[in-house]
């Protein structure tokens, strides 16, 4: 039976990314035949949307296929009867970032935008918004699949599933991909040739890896990076080695965005530099944006550009095209991302979500079994998933003393007085966006409460 054109939905539209994800639709467009796609941003998102909107339909115009790119501010006229819903919006856009980074380095603590207390404040902003979208699509679209990249991916997903109660998600994060890409060459292997096992949460899993006749080459991959070759590190991480002897030891390969715990004092003292220096991440990033912007522009380009690699999240749209692309036509692709556990990793609950490898088709994600993990990794596992539940339930509940909870609990905040200064400051800089904590807020405005980082006790008095 001849399956029906689809119609998807990217809420977020007007973000830098979305060249990469209409290239991603464009390239799948015969496995996956699209037949209208909405972008939708809110009214401060409107002239980059009206930009990368208009540099979307170009993309699709130089194509072979005739499909038509709606522009709209209006997310309930986008969802209805949509068959699929991307997220990859940022509440707050880059100036939030900036008072997540900057807050916390003031005070000699990680600022950064998924980590620490930056990225407990991401959630903050974001499970609530995620949670109206679960509750438009209950009416509008109660059959489409919610494909989500909105950082912090691996907390807003679980979300999803447990407050939205939406079986129908998966989350998704570029930075397995970037390791996918990169680790088979450096031992002279293809992807198609090696088989990879993730298993742990968004931004802090780890890898196996095996080759075609089903031997591990986990340990060759670790000697390759220690011989200087590329295994695919995202462009927004400082590189600081891992310490090999104990990569030696767990015979996996960490994420990343682990060096933030395992290699904690370099990478804090690296990000106070540049925080005193040429700022932080977010601020780099917004010259970024700007450049990509003024790219989109052009009315004579009609592709991806090379710029956008710069970007932390490259290879955004071999994640979330694949992943919608493997739904459709039951392809049954294995793809990491984050989903219920439902035994995969039995050092957590079922019911949890968890990033791991999974095969992906018509039913949605079957995450194959990783197995237990050892006692070092197990402890960080089980630390770092017990903390994220606490910053779900104060996102959703506007308990403070939760989130004073998720903030002693989490390894990057040194527990203390400085800690609820931290977060008290946070809840200042971001009450626009945090309406559930509107009575504690309105207790330390009354206390005379004052952000101590002057950019963003700046951006913070001029409403952004």
């Known amino acids: 039976m001849e399956k029906k054109p689809v119609k998807i939905v990217t809420i977020g539209g007007g973000s830098s990314y979305t060249p990469e994800l209409m290239e991603g639709f464009i390239k799948r467009y015969d496995e996956l035949p699209i037949k209208e796609i909405w972008l939708v941003d809110i009214e401060d998102g409107k002239e980059k949307l009206e930009i990368v909107g208009t540099m979307a339909q170009r993309m699709w115009d130089a194509s072979p296929y005739d499909v038509k ?77 919610l494909i989500n990249f909105t950082n912090p991916s691996g907390m807003v997903t679980e979300a999803v599933m447990k407050y939205g109660k939406w079986d129908k998600v998966i989350g998704l994060c570029n930075v397995p991909v970037g390791a996918m890409m990169k680790e088979p060459e450096t031992i002279g292997k293809t992807l198609d040739q090696l088989t990879y096992k993730f298993a742990g949460l968004n931004h802090f899993h780890w890898h196996k ?41 767990m015979q996996m390969i960490p994420c990343g965005y682990h060096r933030y715990y395992y290699r904690q004092e370099e990478m804090l003292k690296h990000g ?21 912007f003024e790219l989109y522009k052009n009315p004579d380009l009609d592709h991806k550009p090379e710029q956008l690699a710069k970007r932390g999240g490259a290879h955004y ?48 994600a079957r995450a194959i079994a990783f197995g237990p993990l050892q006692p070092a990794e197990r402890g960080w596992l089980q630390c770092m998933k017990n903390m994220e539940w606490c910053v779900e339930e104060a996102a959703v509940t506007g308990d403070y003393g939760m989130a004073l909870q998720a903030f002693i609990l989490n390894p990057q905040i040194p527990s203390g007085e400085t800690a609820k200064r931290v977060l008290d400051e946070l809840l200042l800089a971001h009450k626009k966006y945090l309406p559930q904590f509107a009575d504690k807020i309105a207790q330390l405005e009354a206390e005379g409460v004052t952000i101590k980082d002057d950019v963003a006790r700046e951006l913070t008095e001029k409403g952004l």
């Open 272 to 292: 106070l530099e540049e925080y005193n220096t040429i700022g932080t991440r977010a601020q780099q990033v917004k010259q970024t944006e700007e450049e990509l």
């Open 209 to 249: 890896v095996f080759d075609e006749n089903g031997q591990e080459v986990t340990q060759q991959i670790i000697d390759a990076m220690y011989e200087g070759k590329d295994g695919g590190i995202p462009a927004n991480i400082h590189d600081i080695p891992f310490f090999k002897e104990q990569l030696d030891q």
């Open 69 to 145: 790119v709606h522009l709209t501010l209006d997310r309930r006229e986008a969802l209805k009867d949509a068959d699929f819903v991307t997220t990859q919006f940022r509440v707050g856009l880059l100036n939030a970032r900036v008072k997540d980074e900057r807050i916390p380095f003031s005070y000699g603590m990680l600022g950064q935008e998924t980590n620490g207390a930056g990225g407990i404040f991401k959630a903050f902003r974001t499970i609530p918004v995620i949670l109206s979208i679960v509750e438009d699509m209950k009416e509008l679209c109660p059959n489409a699949w």
């Open 317 to 364: 749209s071999d994640a979330a095209c694949e992943t919608i692309a493997s739904i459709y036509a039951n392809k049954n692709s294995h793809i990491v991302v984050t989903t219920r556990n439902n035994g995969a990793v039995p050092d957590l609950p079922a019911d949890s979500a968890v990033e791991v490898s999974a095969f992906i088709g018509t039913t949605g």
